[in-house]
């Protein structure tokens, strides 16, 4: 989207590298203003946004007013994925007073000053969780201070649940958007709600949220048959989505594969659900599976103690060193019988649940079990704590190595290869088990809905994890924006201000982020 052809303008708050950016100027919006504080995420953001973003919000708005580099033009549309912080707790009402301290304020400060007609707001899930009621209903009742008609309901989504055609990608990122428009001032005071002392009324619903987690979505353009993500035959599919493209050229700046290390405990596991499927003819049931657990047994503990559980051996194998399991298992290793421990009922419901299902799964397979402990060394040092776990959540998927892995501190997590998990700012970076290797930083750019031009230059590759662990989902910044439009298109159509971005956002707005096209182009 060239300026010359901009139909509409926005400021981005809080930028990060672009996500809400990308979304904009796909349907004709001209970015006037960026802020952001971290240096490597500006750089990658003026790289491909070809403008400055590096700066302090803090220092652009504040009592003293508001400068935003020096634009003091219109302003459309205002983004911002802003951080919450705790909010002072005074007991009464008073408008922007108690945001006061927060970078939500400085955010209300433009506001108040500026009056964009529409806000598009985007913060993490917990926002509107119990700790975090009383910082809610602030931000609500602020912007209702502020003249705007906003939903007291959280709008939450993720872009799991769009097909494709409409942006979605297969990544399960629920977060939660505040999306409001100015109300004309004539019109204020019948449209904001107030309690009956004329207070403003955060709790009140007013409009409808633009989006939840239970919308559903025709499967193909003009189609009538719903999109159910985790459907088998229609659903997301990592392999098929676009998302893991075998041409990718190898990421030069970083290495994926797994360590020799990473590669034992997924063998391991691999093996022992191999294993239980040839005796049973099933997959792994859907639980945690605590190989420590099985220790309470009295027959495993004292193996443990008395015999060396030894480490197999390294060999080469697929050109790369990797720990194979040993074959030279004594014959009298597995007890005739085994003895079911106690279950202490102080422990919480959750934890005597995952043990009663741990020992009834030792006892059906203890053979297996302790064979297969002694060949991979599981109870060796090799295998620290959280890696003695597997987190089953793959129902009937062919083996360990043919899902999606995450290794966590509760332990190996997998599942089917659909969609992912959230992104994260922290190395939790999913293990795509049929490649034997992490998501590059290219895929989780594909998971956020940024085009393959979009480029990070020669930052390191954590740094660009990181970003995508705290960016903002193209797609569905493009679907929220577009559904508070129709739901607000009756309040924006009376001012001219509101008539632009109608025009601008919905007869011509693309379907998909990969329409985006750089301003600078």
């Not at 033009?73 to 408008?95: N, R």
């Not at 088998?232 to 392999?239: A, N, P």
């Not at 992490?438 to 230059?457: C, I, N, V």
Request: charged content about 25%; overall charge negative.
């Amino acid at each position: 989207m060239s300026k010359a052809n901009a139909k509409y303008t926005f400021i981005d708050l809080f930028a990060g590298i672009g996500g809400f950016h990308a979304a904009l100027a796909a349907t004709g919006g001209e970015c006037k203003y960026a802020v952001e504080i971290d240096k490597d995420a500006a750089a990658v953001y003026e790289r491909n946004w070809d403008m400055p973003a590096l700066g302090d919000i803090t220092k652009d708005a504040n009592d003293d007013g508001v400068t935003l580099r020096g634009y003091d033009g219109q302003i459309d549309v205002l983004t911002g994925g802003f951080p919450c912080q705790p909010f002072s707790k005074s007991g009464a009402q008073h408008g922007m007073a108690e945001t006061r301290g927060t970078l939500f304020w400085n955010i209300a400060r433009i506001i108040e000053e500026r009056r964009p007609p529409v806000l598009l707001l985007e913060n993490v899930r917990n926002l509107v969780g119990p700790r975090h009621r009383h910082e809610w209903l602030t931000i609500i009742e602020t912007l209702r201070f502020l003249g705007y008609e906003v939903s007291g309901a959280p709008a939450i989504f993720s872009p799991h649940l769009l097909p494709a055609w409409l942006g979605g990608t297969p990544q399960v990122r629920e977060r939660v958007f505040i999306t409001a428009t100015l109300i004309p001032e004539h019109l204020r005071e019948e449209r904001i709600p107030r309690t009956e002392t004329g207070e403003i009324d955060p709790e009140a619903i007013g409009p409808e949220p633009v989006a939840s987690m239970a919308d559903r979505f025709p499967r193909s353009e003009g189609g009538t048959e719903l999109f159910e993500p985790g459907d088998r035959q229609t659903g997301w599919d990592l392999f098929t989505s676009g998302i893991i493209r075998p041409d990718d050229p190898a990421p030069t700046n970083v290495d994926l594969r797994l360590t020799e290390a990473e590669t034992l405990w997924i063998d391991a596991w691999d093996d022992l659900e191999s294993t239980i499927r040839r005796v049973t003819g099933r997959p792994l049931e859907g639980f945690p599976y605590w190989a420590d657990s099985w220790t309470h047994f009295p027959e495993l503990s004292r193996l443990v103690v008395t015999r060396k559980f030894l480490a197999p051996e390294r060999e080469v194998v697929k050109d790369r060193k990797r720990y194979v399991a040993r074959t030279d298992i004594p014959d009298d290793l597995v007890p005739p019988s085994v003895t079911r421990p106690p279950i202490d009922d102080s422990l919480p419901a959750w934890k005597q649940s995952h043990l009663r299902r741990n020992y009834d799964f030792f006892e059906r397979h203890y053979a297996e079990i302790v064979a297969w402990a002694y060949r991979w060394g599981v109870y060796t040092d090799l295998f620290p704590a959280s890696r003695r776990k597997l987190e089953w959540q793959a129902q009937d998927a062919p083996r360990l190595w043919g899902t999606v892995m995450h290794f966590r501190p509760s332990g190996i997590r997998a599942k089917r290869p659909t969609y992912l998990p959230a992104l994260v700012a922290i190395t939790q970076t999913s293990i795509i088990g049929p490649l034997e290797r992490r998501l590059s930083p290219r895929e989780t750019a594909r998971l956020q809905g940024l085009p393959e031009w979009f480029d990070f230059g020669k930052q390191k590759a954590s740094a660009t994890y990181k970003q995508m662990g705290n960016g903002v989902n193209v797609g569905v910044v493009q679907h929220i924006l577009r559904r508070h439009v129709v739901r607000d298109r009756d309040l924006l159509r009376l001012t001219p201000d509101g008539r632009r971005i109608i025009e601008a956002i919905l007869p011509e707005g693309p379907d998909a982020p990969g329409d985006v096209v750089g301003v600078a182009g």
